[in-house]
């Protein structure tokens, strides 16, 4: 047995050469190609998570569209701005759930078990988020269109609009991450995080303008970074309707400074959260 | 110093609205190289958390393990680079084919592509997987997933291979065909741990057993001195009348080599020196004293009966306690 076993020693395989740079990439690639495949070979995923978006612009543009009377462009362009806002917050769930699932699969214990950075494996999972975001965003522009949705600004504002949409639910991805991997269910993560996104994005600009609301609601709608969100978008996608007035409070009066500083700020928390948190955790 | 050598290991969980749970409590171990060492014990016995200690996933809180001397909490990414892993739950992505989830493990060893579909080829044709190498895995059958799962742990050849209850809840079929890969390994040189809850698995796989209870090691050697130390065969006897359980044991003892031990109220069960004859004389007794046998038999230990020996207690296996106290 001493001589074959020196044999099997001597031939483990050996990492190819590279720095940490390189295998932080690789693995970061590797994770997220994992979580794409899942959207191809599971297509019910990307389908639902496409249809719910659709079914909100089409269920607010005609249930509310005639009740709410928004002056200028009217309702739908008022309305698209919180729409993209809610699909990207609720999308970023999708990060927690599937966490929690990998978890108890024992995914993570393989992984943990692996020569390969942690971080990259909470790239992977948040990268993957990004592209369903970005996918869900597409289909409801494409929507918005044909049910009269008009962006009244510049390409380059355009984008900035839509990159903000973007960052801002890539940042909650990572506090959805973070839950699902505190909690014992993917079960768990649905549900709580329904608990708390609706409040959040319905005490806010999103589906109607915050002055109307009752004053309790009205400054939590203002200080809301939902709501700032939503603003951001809508000011850089020319949807603010003409005479709309604007909260008193900071958030209100600087939006995407606002998303911007709440997007760091989450980021600088959760990421080495998450990472010291992966560190430990086990099935 | 011994390949994998863990001494003193404590590890405490402190489940919510339960009193602390000590999984391992001073637990030692010492595996040689290019042997095979089975931890042999029931759910909640400590046998996964010392697995998931030695492959880096959690840490003790305290005592030591070192793997070829790398200092295991220490040095975990270094251990990471020697070590191939395998579970009772096949940790395997089942959005995956079989081919894509070990080309994913060499390409997170760092193999390099070329190199990690090279070895991808070789594992599926050696577990038999040719066919279904490009189905994904959420189709397999449990043997299949558990194959996939134990070629993904030998991604690099790796000199120590972890299996935490290779073959729990397989059909004896799927069990006999992982044994087979699993003593070819060891063939080629592979030290392996292995745990499990079955005395027959360890007996056939290991050179060396360590029983394990409430977190540590209770008692070690081979499989055949293992067996020696608890006797040879038992005779069991099942009542018909549970209230004639005092007599019945008074009875068993008398013809027994040993203690009797009750096992849930009607069951009884005796080591006994020469069986068939043993169990003659037991049954005629019985009938003589009136005692109402709904069945007798003659059988060889059993993971029960090993503990009964070391701790005086059955080994019961709670399914309830595996999650959390495993």
């Not at chain 1, 960052?167 to 991805?173: E, G």
Request: glycine letters at 10%.
């Amino acid at each position: 047995m001493t001589t074959t076993m020196s044999t099997t020693t001597a031939t483990t395989l050996r990492p190819i050469p590279g720095n940490a740079v390189t295998r932080f990439l690789s693995d970061g690639w590797v994770t997220t190609w994992r979580n794409l495949m899942k959207i191809i070979r599971v297509p019910e995923i990307l389908l639902f998570s496409l249809i719910q978006p659709v079914m909100f612009v089409l269920l607010f543009t005609y249930v509310f569209g005639a009740a709410i009377d928004i002056p200028g462009d009217g309702y739908t362009s008022f309305l698209m701005a919180g729409i993209f806002a809610q699909t990207v917050v609720f999308g970023s769930t999708y990060s927690g759930s599937a966490m929690a699932q990998d978890l108890k699969d024992g995914i993570i214990d393989r992984f943990r078990t692996l020569p390969m950075s942690g971080a990259a494996v909470l790239v992977g999972r948040t990268n993957g988020d990004l592209v369903i975001n970005t996918l869900s965003m597409l289909v409801m522009m494409g929507t918005g269109l044909l049910v009269g949705w008009r962006v009244n600004s510049s390409p380059l504002e355009f984008l900035a609009g839509v990159g903000l949409l973007l960052l801002f639910s890539y940042a909650f991805s990572w506090v959805m991450a973070f839950l699902g991997m505190s909690v014992k269910s993917p079960e768990i993560i649905n549900n709580a995080s329904f608990l708390v996104l609706f409040p959040l994005t319905f005490i806010s600009n999103a589906f109607v303008p915050s002055e109307n609301l009752p004053t309790p609601l009205r400054i939590f709608a203002e200080w809301n970074p939902v709501s700032a969100l939503v603003q951001s978008a809508r000011e850089l996608f020319g949807n603010v309707p003409p005479g709309a007035v604007v909260g008193d409070a900071w958030p209100a009066q600087n939006p995407i400074a606002t998303v911007l500083i709440g997007v760091t700020v989450l980021l600088a928390v959760f990421v080495p959260l998450c990472i010291r948190k992966f560190a430990t955790i086990s099935r | 110093m011994a390949f994998i050598e863990a001494t003193d290991l404590v590890k405490t969980y402190s489940p919510k609205g339960s009193p602390q749970v000590r999984a391992l409590d001073g637990l030692n171990l010492e595996v040689q190289q290019g042997s095979v060492t089975a931890l042999l014990g029931p759910n909640g016995a400590g046998k996964t958390t010392t697995v998931k200690v030695l492959t880096t996933l959690i840490q003790p809180d305290s005592g030591s393990a070192f793997i070829n001397g790398v200092d295991v909490v220490a040095e975990p990414q270094a251990i990471r680079r020697m070590i191939g892993a395998s579970g009772q739950y096949a940790a395997v992505d089942q959005n995956l084919t079989g081919f894509e989830n070990l080309v994913m493990v060499g390409k997170l060893y760092h193999l390099g592509t070329r190199v990690a579909r090279q070895r991808a080829t070789e594992l599926i044709e050696l577990f038999d997987l040719v066919e279904s190498q490009n189905r994904t895995v959420k189709g397999y059958s449990g043997g299949m997933r558990r194959r996939i799962d134990l070629a993904g742990a030998l991604v690099i050849r790796p000199p120590v291979l972890f299996l935490d209850e290779p073959t729990t809840g397989l059909d004896p079929r799927s069990r006999l065909g992982l044994w087979e890969v699993i003593e070819q390994l060891v063939a080629d040189g592979t030290t392996v741990l292995l745990t499990t809850q079955y005395l027959e698995e360890a007996d056939r796989l290991a050179d060396s057993i360590s029983v394990i209870d409430n977190g540590r090691v209770i008692a070690k050697g081979t499989a055949d001195e293992l067996k020696a130390s608890i006797g040879g065969l038992r005779v069991a006897v099942t009542l018909v009348d549970e209230s004639q359980s005092e007599a019945a044991r008074t009875l068993l003892t008398r013809f027994g080599s040993g203690e009797t031990a009750v096992l849930n109220g009607r069951t009884l069960v005796v080591p006994v020196q020469d069986g068939p004859h043993a169990l003659a004389a037991i049954v005629s007794a019985a009938a003589a004293e009136g005692i109402g046998l709904h069945d007798a038999g003659m059988r060889r230990p059993t993971l029960d009966d090993v503990f009964l020996q070391l701790t005086g207690r059955t080994a019961e296996a709670d399914e309830t306690e595996t999650e959390g106290a495993a």
